[in-house]
Structure formats: C-alpha cells, structure tokens
C-alpha cells in the first residue's frame, strides 16, 4: 500500500506556476489596461484549493485599447522538464470570447515565442494541456521570463476565472478540480438552458404558422416534444449531487447540440412545405438542391437548400463542374437510395452521355472536440466523396447529400443538353427531376496555366504503403492534376518531384 501510495503521488506530481490562492499571486500579474480591466482574487470556480484568478474587461469601444492583456514573470523559469503547462479556465458568459497567450524567454518578443488559442466553453469549464513542444527553436525553455493572456476588442463585457496553472512533466497526471466545483459550473449550465427553453417555445410557434394540416401540427408537437424530453433529462443529468466533471463535458456538448435542434427542426419543416408544392404527392423522400460551394450538414444544423423540378449548371468543353442532391426521409428511414443521370441530349441530337456524369455519395466525419480556433459546430462534417458506394441507407432525421459531377469532353458540341435525374429508394416510386447543361464553345487546357503550389504532405506508409509509393505518386498526381492543382509543396526544402 506504501508502494502504490508513492506512485499515486509520482503520477499526479505538477510543478504550480500559480494558483492565486493569496493576494500577493494576483498582484504578480499586471494587467495592460488597469484603468478598465480587472483581476482579483475569487473564491468561486476555485479548481485547486480556495481561491481563482477572476479577469474583467469591458465590452471594446471605438478609443479603447484593442487588445486587453495581462502578464507576469513565471515562478518557474527552466521549462526544460516539462512537457505540458496545464489551464483551467471558467467562462460564465453565453459569448464564446477570444482568449489567447503568447510565452517566451526574455530575448524573444514574446509575440514570438509560444502562441496558445483557448477554445473557450459558453457558461461552462474547460482543462486545457498547452504542448510545449510548440516553443519555437529560437526559444530558450531554460530561461522562460514571461507568460502574457490577450483578448481582441471583446464584443460584449467579458469575465474569466483561471485557476491551477501547473508544469507537467511527462507522463504525470493532474488531480481532478476540488469537490464542489462540478456544482458550481453545472449551475451555470442550468442557467444556460433556461435560454434553450425560450428557443423551443419560439420554435413551437414557428412550427404551428407552417403547420397548416392536423398531422402536421401533430408532427411539430412530436418533434418539440423530443427536444424538450432531451432537455429535462439533460437538466436531471445537470442537477445530480453525483455528476462527475468528464459528465459535465459531455453533456455540455449535448447542450451545444440541443442549442441547434429548434432551427433544425424549423428549416426541415420549411424544407418539406416546399418541396410538397412540386406535387410529387405522398413520397417517403423529400429532395432538393446545393451549389458545390456549400456544406450541408447531415445532423443537429440548420440548412437551406432550393427545392425545383429541374436543376442546371454551365461548364465549358474539357472542364467538370458539380452540384449536389439532398435527400431526408419524410419520416421512417429510406433504404437503398440512389441517384443516377441519364444520357443529355441537345435539340440538333448531339449527346452527353451519361458516363461523363457522376452520381456519389458523399461521406461524412465526426469531430468531437474543439480545436484551438472558432468552429461553429462539433458532429458529423460532410468530407470525402465516397465514390466506391452505390446505393446508401438513409437514418430518419438524417439529411444524406449526393455529388453529382458533369464533366463535358474536349470535343463536345457546344449547346444546351437535357435529361434527366433520377433519385431512387427501396419500396419507394422514383422521383424524376430535370438536369439542364450547358456547354460553352471553348476549351479550357488540359493542365493549369497557373502554377500553383500547395500543402500536400506525404504520408506514403498511410498512402499505399512505401513499397507502392514510386507507383502511388503518380496516381497522386494526376488526381491533383484533374482539378488544375500540381503536385509541388509549399513547404518543400529541396527541388520539386
């Protein structure tokens, strides 16, 4: 018991840079605008022993200071040891603020020396591990003289409470916050979702003005109805005497998601009204259209998508261009779904057959985590286009899009084309839409006129494996080459392939 009480405490060793527990800790650090900024000590959101370290600055106005700072020299000067520099930062406020910090020794400007962005939570915590190994080389980790927090020009009053700033060296652990603190945050969730409610009641009513059928109000109270159910189990989850901080992250994720759901529900709503006056009667598969500039999300966000009977795009001779279909299921899920282009021909006959038209699926990834930059959604991304897969099952709620890619061959006839496109679904009438092309009279070159160099890294284990790799590049290459992108790499240090 000796022996595992000694590696428990190897294993949750830190070194404190500061913990603001007296006041002597917050008079350490100078703030840039004193006049209207301030730090204090605060007994509230304390994650180590009693105290935090609670900044205020004002919402910016033409005149004031535009970046808001406060630094101080660390207690700890040799970094050497140490892999990570670890933050607990409370943001009480519903704005998502920027919040930064540059570190650096005394001969480097510290704006180039380590830069950190800190994601911050709205009305929550976060714990965020700083790698050191992003100190610059110019950088002298033995003689560390400075730590500096910045914002820019807040856009409303801001107030943060930073506690336990710790030196990890690797493989040590940190000990979870005190007790009573999870408390503390998840009060500032609940306060949080006491606006959701007023978004569901907004979308209620929303949702009766387009509801204008019994089963359509019958649909709307069965959708809010899901949401609220979400948010009070959400809220029992927030008000437990036994929630856990690992808890509480990912149910503040949860919260985030449910945030979203009401103008989810509006803009499907909105997206079903329309696409019933096409007249397609009473089909399982509500279908529309998006640019290929756009991003549509599959899950939780809202969208916007334009609901015809025909779509159509231009491109010139030797040239691709690409648009997207949506399909949701009305209620149940869809199985087996799939959208195929038929052969375009012209009023003089001329044909653009289908085998220059791609109809693919497109794939979606997860992120489950916020990066240190502002995103507006954590969930399911559209990503890859999986050309591989033909017919898709589709989940009900889920919004699934196909890429569909027209490419018109170097010596196509100019001219307009016409066919059509059909979207298909196991037990289900296909849905027929118009496709209008047209092909311009030019030609555009086979490869870029503008070189261009990009970041593309190569990972030939992962990308074919080594042995393949003399092989794969070339594949590689002429991809790139398809869409007028060379192979070069920015970042090169020696000559081009």
Known sequence: ??????????????????DFETDADVAAWRLRTPSTDKLVRASEYATSAASSLKFTTPAWREGMEQWPAFDA??????????????????????????FAVFISDSKVPFREGLSFTFELPTCGHRRFFIPLSRFPESVNRGYISIIHFFTQRPAADMTLYLDNLVLLKP?????????????????????????VGTT???????????????A??????????????????????????????????????????????????????????EFDKLGFGNTPMIVGFATSMEKILPRDVPFELTVSKEIGLSLARNEKEAF?????????????????????????????????IDCDVVGYVETKTRPPYNVSYVGWWPDPILDFLGRVDIAPGDLQTFWVRVRAPKDQAPGVYHGQLRVSAADARPL??????????????????LPTAITFFEHPDQMGGKENWPQMKLRYADFLADYYIDYDSLYRSGPPD
């Not at 299921?329 to 006959?349: E, F, I, Q, W």
């Not at 027929?432 to 490869?447: E, M, N």
């Open 1 to 18: 018991s000796v022996l595992l009480l000694f590696a428990l405490t190897v294993a949750q060793a830190a070194v404190v840079v500061s």
């Open 73 to 98: 020299r660390p207690t700890v000067s040799d970094w050497h040891p140490f892999d990570r520099l670890v933050l607990d930062i409370v943001n009480p406020d519903p704005e998502r603020h920027f």
């Open 171 to 195: 493989g040590e652990t940190i000990a979870e916050p005190v007790s009573g603190f999870v408390r503390q945050v998840a009060r500032l969730s609940l306060a949080g979702l006491e606006s």
């Open 200 to 214: 569901i009641e907004q979308c209620r009513q929303s949702l009766y003005t387009l509801a204008d059928t019994p």
């Open 216 to 273: 359509l109000k019958h649909r709307a109270d069965d959708e809010i109805g899901k949401v609220v159910a979400r948010l009070q189990a959400l809220r029992a989850q927030l008000d437990s005497p036994t929630l856990a901080l690992a808890q509480l992250a990912d149910m503040q994720a949860e919260m985030a998601r449910i945030t979203k759901l009401p103008d989810r529900i509006v803009s499907a709503f909105k997206f079903e009204k």
């Open 324 to 356: 997207q279909i949506a399909v949701l299921p009305r209620s149940d899920g869809l199985r087996r779904v799939a959208v195929r282009v038929s052969d375009l021909k012209s009023a003089s006959g001329e044909v653009l057959k289908a085998d220059n």
């Open 432 to 449: 027929i839409f118009g496709v209008t092309v047209r092909v311009y009279s030019f030609a555009l070159p086979d490869h870029t006129p």
